[in-house]
């Protein structure tokens, strides 16, 4: 029934071509082509399917880039509003030139049964708009959604970028205007597809010559139309239109003397005074009016000039107002950057450490007087030197340099963190530990343009730590002695006369033994810190079975594991790891300070996972507990001297374990860090913490 309804066409079509030269090919899609027609494609052998030929797709629609929108975009899902569809411009591989198709979806009974379709051609649209002339080299020029040129004129070739001899249509469309060098054409051809830029003239730079653009955006097409004309042309035309109307006053001038002698003198008043307002308007007195009361032509000629005068004092007078205004701006906006100036000079001067400026090469470009009174060097020396040559910061150890927190700065845009383990030298040649940070500076846009640096004379802070550590060291000793003669004397009595002291003298006894222990481990820690700091622990390195070590520990706690009712699972590889070079006693002590931490802070019934194996050069080894965790707002302090998280402190414990085991697996060249799940606030816990370390080790097997 479809085939013979369609049939009809065959006559509709020719007729609709024919009153449309611009259209190409005409067609009506049936569902799942079950039947085609199509015009002027037809088929000699009608009886084979219908009268014409649609086995694929016209080659045209299948062209890379455009979007064939016939049952995917048309049907009743992606086209409820039952609209036609068009699709983008596209050069017709037959031959036919420049092309946009459109197809709307034919419904029966409210269902979909085909798709009708016809191809357009655009070349006299094209055409239309190369003939489009404005004043000597004005031109007009079109382009598509994606800034890709429908209509290019001969004259638009240099200003629009397109360096090839050849117009061919096929290579323009492969010129996008959004790729051109031109800043100011870029923007406009971006407001041209976005919409914004309507009726509005810009002024864009091609080379040294101003142009004038406007566009419009034909609607629903998403194409727009743009007309280039050169200012000077323009202005050129307004100043032989001005010379023209100065032409014709001069004429009319000696036109009315010589009327003079062949008028009254009621005319000659009149003329007079024309003439004279003529002359003020000409040499740009615009207040003057022309007084004439004839209520004749001449009268009529004066409001002429009046009126003329008039707008050109508005248009002046605006022109200058605008002028002034912008000019206001800028003494406004000068005086708030020299106000900036001064008050960011007031605090660069003002501070005690020293600040230093760099561009993006590195090179100086500010110092504050604080940099001179710690380095010695004069800032007119130092400006436009690469820092790194006249502020050289070393490591402290090795006397590399040490630039990192600047670099990171430059080269990321973050802020780096303070540094104390860096030296500056002087301009003497003097070392002076300094503490260092660097942020980024940016540009309105978020672009680093450089980055500024601060340094920090830490000698003092040094000098203070070092009294505190001596001080700790002396207590330390002083306290060991008698600390363990009342730990031998408890025990002595509790082995001797413990069944013979009553229960409560024997538990006074045993807690004097105990508080005596911790008060022994505590000097033991305080020794091991001053030790560690002042760089007196010695270290001797063994080739140890790492495995042992691990087993050895856990066994040793298995009593207090019982009593806490927690249990030690320990993961290690199937494989005997290659042996580790380590100081037994350093390492032994990192491990008991992490398991006894997780056994003191988890629940009874709860798991302490212990893992480790070798990854690379490095023995990796984790410790995994269900216990209450570390608050977030703290973890950064974790493994600072003598803190203790705020939902631990009412259980025992110095405080130095963490920043023990930290400098010790730093001293054996290792990392140690944690991780903990959970809350987000101080009173909030976490659930659960790992700790982990790593240490350096051997790659070859030690079977």
């Known amino acids: 029934r479809n085939l013979t309804f369609s049939a009809a066409l065959d006559f509709v079509f020719p007729s609709i071509k024919s009153e449309n030269p611009n259209i190409g090919n005409i067609y009506i899609i049936g569902d799942e082509y079950g039947w085609y027609r199509l015009y002027p494609n037809s088929d000699p052998d009608p009886e084979k399917r219908g009268g014409f030929v649609m086995d694929v797709l016209p080659a045209d629609l299948n062209k890379e880039g455009v979007d064939p929108v016939f049952w995917d975009n048309l049907d009743e899902f992606h086209n409820p509003d039952k609209k036609a569809k068009w699709t983008p411009p596209?050069?017709?591989?037959?031959?036919?030139?420049?092309?946009?198709?459109?197809?709307?979806?034919?419904?029966?009974?409210?269902?979909m049964i085909a798709v009708a379709g016809m191809d357009v051609s655009l070349e006299d649209i094209s055409n239309r708009i190369l003939d489009i002339k404005l004043w000597e080299t004005g031109y007009a020029f079109m382009i598509d959604s994606r800034g890709r040129p429908i209509s290019f004129p001969v004259r638009a070739r240099p200003d629009l970028e397109w360096g090839e001899e050849s117009l061919e249509i096929s290579k323009i469309r492969e010129f996008s205007l959004l790729n051109v060098k031109n800043e100011q054409l870029r923007n406009v051809v971006k407001e041209m597809i976005d919409g914004t830029?309507?009726?509005?003239?810009?002024?864009?730079?091609?080379?040294?010559?101003?142009?004038?653009?406007?566009?419009?955006q034909i609607q629903n097409t998403g194409w727009s139309l743009a007309l280039v004309v050169p200012v000077n042309e323009v202005l050129g035309s307004a100043l032989a239109t001005r010379n023209f109307i100065f032409i014709v006053l001069g004429i009319i001038t000696l036109i009315l003397v010589v009327l003079v002698f062949f008028t009254s003198r009621l005319v000659t008043a009149p003329i007079k005074e024309l003439t004279k307002g003529a002359l003020e308007i000409s040499k740009g007195n615009l207040d003057y009016?022309?007084?004439?009361?004839?209520?004749?032509?001449?009268?009529?000629?004066?409001?002429?000039?009046n009126e003329m005068a008039r707008r050109l004092k508005v248009y002046y007078a605006t022109?200058?107002?605008?002028?002034?205004?912008?000019?206001?701006?800028?003494?406004?906006?000068?005086?708030?950057?020299?106000?900036?100036?001064?008050?960011?000079?007031?605090?660069?001067?003002?501070?005690?450490?020293?600040?230093?400026?760099?561009?993006?090469?590195?090179?100086?470009?500010?110092?504050?007087?604080?940099?001179?009174?710690?380095?010695?060097?004069?800032?007119?020396?130092?400006?436009?030197?690469?820092?790194?040559?006249?502020?050289?910061?070393?490591?402290?150890?090795?006397?590399?340099?040490?630039?990192?927190?600047?670099?990171?700065a430059l080269q990321t845009g973050e802020l780096s963190k303070m540094t104390n383990h860096t030296v500056l030298i002087t301009k003497n040649g003097k070392e002076i530990p300094v503490a260092c940070s660097a942020a980024a500076i940016k540009d309105e846009k978020g672009i680093v343009v450089g980055a500024v640096g601060a340094f920090r004379d830490i000698t003092k802070e040094r000098e203070v730590e070092k009294i505190k550590s001596e001080f700790v060291s002396l207590a330390s000793h002083q306290l060991r002695t008698p600390v363990t003669i009342i730990k031998w004397g408890a025990e002595t009595l509790l082995k001797s006369l413990g069944d013979k002291l009553k229960k409560k003298d024997r538990e006074q006894v045993d807690r004097i033994y105990r508080g005596s222990n911790r008060m022994i481990e505590l000097v033991n820690d305080l020794l091991n810190v001053s030790r560690l700091e002042g760089g007196r622990l010695v270290f001797k390195r063994d080739e140890i079975q790492f495995e042992e070590l691990i087993d050895?520990?856990?066994?040793?706690?298995?009593?207090?594991?019982?009593?806490?009712?927690?249990?030690?699972?320990?993961?290690?590889?199937?494989?005997?790891?290659?042996?580790?070079?380590?100081d037994l006693e350093k390492i032994r002590q990192v491990v008991i300070i992490l398991l006894d931490n997780a056994?003191?802070?988890s629940p009874e019934g709860s798991e302490i996972k212990i893992k480790f194996e070798q990854r690379g050069k490095e023995l990796f080894y984790s410790n995994a507990d269900q216990g209450v965790g570390i608050p977030k707002g703290q973890q950064e302090k974790i493994f600072s001297r003598f803190f203790r998280a705020d939902n631990v402190s009412q259980k025992p414990g110095t405080g130095l374990g963490l920043y023990l085991a930290k400098g010790l697996i730093e001293a054996h060249g290792g990392k140690i860090w944690f991780s903990s799940e959970g809350g987000s606030g101080e009173s909030e816990e976490n659930k659960g913490t790992t700790f982990f370390f790593t240490l350096p080790c051997k790659k070859e097997n030690s079977k």
């Open 90 to 111: 596209y050069v017709d591989v037959t031959g036919q030139g420049l092309m946009v198709s459109v197809l709307a979806p034919v419904y029966q009974n409210n269902k």
């Open 197 to 216: 830029h309507v009726h509005e003239p810009r002024i864009v730079k091609f080379g040294q010559t101003e142009k004038y653009i406007v566009a419009h």
């Open 289 to 305: 009016q022309i007084k004439i009361k004839t209520k004749d032509e001449i009268q009529e000629l004066a409001q002429g000039f």
């Open 319 to 408: 022109l200058e107002q605008k002028v002034k205004d912008r000019t206001n701006e800028l003494a406004l906006a000068k005086n708030r950057i020299e106000q900036e100036k001064n008050r960011i000079e007031a605090i660069l001067i003002s501070m005690a450490d020293g600040v230093f400026v760099v561009d993006t090469q590195g090179r100086l470009a500010l110092l504050n007087p604080a940099v001179k009174r710690i380095t010695g060097f004069e800032e007119k020396d130092c400006l436009g030197q690469p820092y790194n040559q006249v502020l050289k910061f070393l490591t402290e150890k090795e006397k590399k340099e040490n630039i990192a927190f600047m670099q990171h």
């Open 552 to 582: 050895k520990v856990v066994e040793e706690y298995k009593p207090y594991l019982e009593k806490k009712n927690v249990k030690v699972s320990v993961t290690k590889p199937e494989e005997l790891m290659p042996k580790i070079s380590i």
């Open 599 to 601: 056994i003191k802070y």
